[in-house]
T-cell receptor
Framework: DADVTQTPRNRITKTGKRIMLECSQTKGHDRMYWYRQDPGLGLQLIYYSFDVKDINKGEISDGYSVSRQAQAKFSLSLESAIPNQTALYFC?????????????????FGEGSRLTVL | SQQGEEDPQALSIQEGENATMNCSYKTSINNLQWYRQNSGRGLVHLILIRSNEREKHSGRLRVTLDTSKKSSSLLITASRAADTASYFCARRAGGFKTIFGAGTRLFVKA
């Protein structure tokens, strides 16, 4: 089984619909992230969370919201989807390093959720 | 944009040849990482080089870092068809953020 699992893997929806993408992880990491990937633009950070009570906006948070239901679960919502939110969405995790250990920032990614908004 | 620039955007080579991809960035870094993405799949971490390192090896991968030029390169030696993928550099700057470049698409012809 994958360490970082995203559902659904593919979703087609219509403009104005509410969509939730879910992410769960078994790596035991405390940090979780949502990224968006558009062709030719690399990955852009939408939201990140360092623990259950910590939620932060990334570079492109407008039109998105998130919920950290548990350490292992981090969901991304589009309250009213629009066509330019059509993209590949990735959840990622990382671990806060221990005392005296350098924080490398290495990320572990899920397989992605492809969202198409018509 | 905070994203780095990767060069080339796409690269097509024959199996057995070496593939070199370059990454430039604008601000200081703590480390630079390279990730691989097979088509439509998640990214996988390949190798990390710290700001005080100049070269690092992992199997057929060699990464160099020139902080004075704010650039890094990834060399894949003796490429294989299975190396066909997109490769991304990712900068770790101050704080927690990992910032990705737009990637290089590598196609290795058998």
């Amino acid at each position: 089984d994958a360490d970082v699992t995203q559902t659904p893997r593919n979703r087609i929806t219509k403009t104005g619909k509410r969509i939730m993408l879910e992410c769960s992880q078994t790596k035991g990491h405390d940090r979780m992230y949502w990224y968006r990937q558009d062709p030719g633009l690399g990955l852009q950070l939408i939201y990140y969370s360092f623990d259950v009570k910590d939620i932060n906006k990334g570079e492109i948070s407008d039109g998105y919201s998130v919920s950290r239901q548990a350490q292992a679960k981090f969901s991304l919502s589009l309250e009213s989807a629009i066509p330019n939110q059509t993209a590949l969405y990735f959840c990622a995790t990382s671990q806060t390093p221990g005392t005296g250990v350098l924080d490398t920032g290495e990320l572990f990614f899920g397989e992605g959720s492809r969202l198409t908004v018509l | 944009s905070q994203q780095g620039e990767e060069d080339p955007q796409a690269l097509s080579i024959q199996e057995g040849e070496n593939a070199t991809m370059n990454c430039s960035y604008k601000t200081s870094i703590n480390n630079l990482q390279w990730y691989r993405q097979n088509s439509g799949r998640g990214l996988v971490h390949l190798i990390l080089i710290r700001s005080n390192e100049r070269e690092k090896h992992s199997g057929r991968l060699r990464v160099t870092l020139d902080t004075s030029k704010k650039s890094s390169s990834l060399l894949i030696t003796a490429s294989r068809a299975a190396d066909t993928a997109s490769y991304f550099c990712a900068r770790r700057a101050g704080g927690f953020k990992t910032i990705f470049g737009a990637g290089t698409r590598l196609f290795v012809k058998a």
